[in-house]
């Protein structure tokens, strides 16, 4: 029977694994199709910049309960997962606690340690799923924001529940484990209670030894699967922000929020206009301005997608949003990367080529609409707990419908007329801007 278990494991680990390094294949591939953007400057800046909002998770603590809750699930799940690393040892070597002798009395206290961190991550994971069904927390209310529709919010609940089922899990498995150390079974050795799960033993006090035995091998089972394909689903969940926190964060821009990207054709043609350089013959012509798809966007836009935490924060604090307009900043990023995913599907299917699909980011995906009521106050980039910023993707779509199209409101072109002629958006002319101080002299 150990044999069996042995082999299946191997089995499956090795199928995961193969599933698993597809996946992350594809969604690396799929980011990459973005266009180039060098993001390589101020290292020491940057790394410094990942350590206080991904791993210290500082922006979290604006809302000091909620952030330090986020933390324990945070360094909890990812020290507790440090234990995966026996569990699969005892898997391929059909052993059990094969770290247990080396570690001797230390061991306990290791594993004591994990519990506690298990024991935090239950509450605080139990916190959250109430949350989730408080009207008062509207940002999260499918009611109120129809992004959150259907998957979105099975998601987010969906995580919740496998992450409370897999602490219970492990906790159940080491009570069930000391029960049996005590009864003297040869395959579990003897490493003493264990902090958390000591007072979960008397459950199985009046349980015999066979049934002890399958409780505590399906329980370790149900942990090691559910590790397992957790690192799977994470790939198709908006979860993947555990692992991508890392690199956005170093990644994200470190200009201010307020200074605007200029596109460096347009410039150039404005100095040249200007007389402030010559033409220069060997310039490229840009195939569009601005982005229609999410081809035209970098890669780090890209990346910003596939980043997002759908929490919400960035959508409660749009006051395009708050006074009932379409604009959702976290509808634009999970609408980027539904289209993204779209995208992935069609490069899998053709070789990792991507061959359009007569399909756009723009109309066929986010409305003109919602574009249109965006005010450019950056709240959305302010608001965000790991550095996305929403408001790059709704300019460059901007610039595409302005200048690629030729398409913006009345009162936009207006403007635009008032800048070429007058210098300012206003209808007067440059001479008559200070008449109004003539009435206070």
């Given at each position: 029977m150990a044999v069996i278990q042995q082999v299946a494991f191997i089995l499956i680990l090795a199928a995961i694994s193969w599933i698993l390094l597809r996946r992350v294949s594809l969604i690396r591939k799929t980011i990459l199709i973005g266009k180039n953007e060098d993001r390589n400057d101020q290292p020491a800046r940057r790394f410094s910049t990942m350590l206080r909002i991904a791993l210290g998770q500082k922006k979290m603590f604006d809302k000091p309960l909620i952030g330090?809750?986020?933390?324990?699930?945070?360094i909890g799940f990812i020290l507790i997962n440090v234990e995966i690393l026996e569990i699969i040892l005892d898997g391929i070597l059909g052993k059990h606690r094969i770290l247990a002798?080396?570690?001797?009395?230390?061991?306990?206290?290791?594993?004591?340690?994990?519990?506690?961190?298990?024991?935090?991550?239950?509450?605080?994971?139990?916190?959250?799923?109430?949350?989730?069904?408080?009207?008062?927390?509207?940002?999260?209310?499918?009611?109120?924001?129809?992004?959150?529709?259907?998957?979105?919010?099975?998601?987010?609940?969906?995580?919740?529940?496998?992450?409370?089922?897999?602490?219970?899990?492990?906790?159940?498995?080491?009570?069930?484990?000391?029960?049996?150390?005590?009864?003297?079974?040869?395959?579990?050795?003897?490493?003493?209670?264990?902090?958390?799960?000591?007072?979960?033993?008397?459950?199985?006090?009046?349980?015999?030894?066979?049934?002890?035995?399958?409780?505590?091998?399906?329980?370790?089972?149900?942990?090691?699967?559910?590790?397992?394909?957790?690192?799977?689903?994470?790939?198709?969940?908006?979860?993947l922000h555990i692992v991508l926190a890392f690199p956005n964060t170093y990644f994200a821009r470190l200009k201010p929020k307020g200074e605007m990207y200029n596109m460096p054709e347009i410039t150039s043609e404005v100095k040249v206009m200007l007389g402030l350089e010559n033409q220069n013959a060997d310039a490229v012509v840009p195939e569009r301005f601005g982005a229609k798809d999410v081809t035209d966007l970098s890669w780090k836009n890209l990346m910003d997608a596939y980043s997002c935490t759908e929490c919400g924060r960035c959508t409660a604090a749009c006051p395009a949003n708050i006074t009932g307009k379409k604009l959702s900043p976290r509808k634009i990023m999970m609408d980027t990367r539904d289209r993204l995913e779209d995208v992935g599907r069609i490069m899998q299917a053709n070789k990792g080529e991507f061959i359009p699909d007569n399909k756009s980011l723009i109309g066929d995906y986010i409305l003109e609409e919602e574009i249109l009521a965006c005010t450019t106050c950056n709240a959305c980039a302010q608001e965000c707990p790991v550095l996305i910023n929403p408001l790059d993707i709704i300019l460059q779509l901007r610039r595409y419908k302005v200048m690629d199209e030729a398409h913006a409101p009345g009162s936009w072109n207006?403007?635009?007329?008032?800048?070429?002629t007058n210098q300012a958006p206003w209808k007067f002319s440059p001479g008559d801007r200070f008449n109004w101080a003539d009435a206070v002299r």
């Open positions: 330090f809750l986020h933390f324990a699930v945070y002798p080396l570690l001797a009395n230390s061991y306990r206290y290791l594993i004591g340690f994990f519990e506690v961190l298990a024991a935090g991550v239950l509450i605080a994971c139990s916190v959250f799923l109430i949350r989730r069904y408080n009207p008062a927390v509207q940002r999260l209310q499918p009611a109120r924001h129809r992004e959150l529709n259907g998957w979105p919010q099975l998601d987010g609940k969906l995580i919740l529940v496998l992450e409370i089922v897999l602490m219970i899990a492990i906790l159940t498995m080491n009570a069930s484990d000391s029960v049996l150390q005590k009864v003297g079974h040869p395959h579990y050795p003897v490493t003493g209670d264990f902090l958390v799960s000591s007072f979960l033993q008397p459950l199985f006090s009046n349980w015999d030894t066979a049934a002890l035995v399958i409780y505590e091998r399906v329980a370790w089972w149900l942990h090691i699967i559910g590790i397992l394909g957790f690192a799977v689903y994470l790939t198709y969940s908006k979860h207006a403007m635009f007329q008032n800048l070429d």
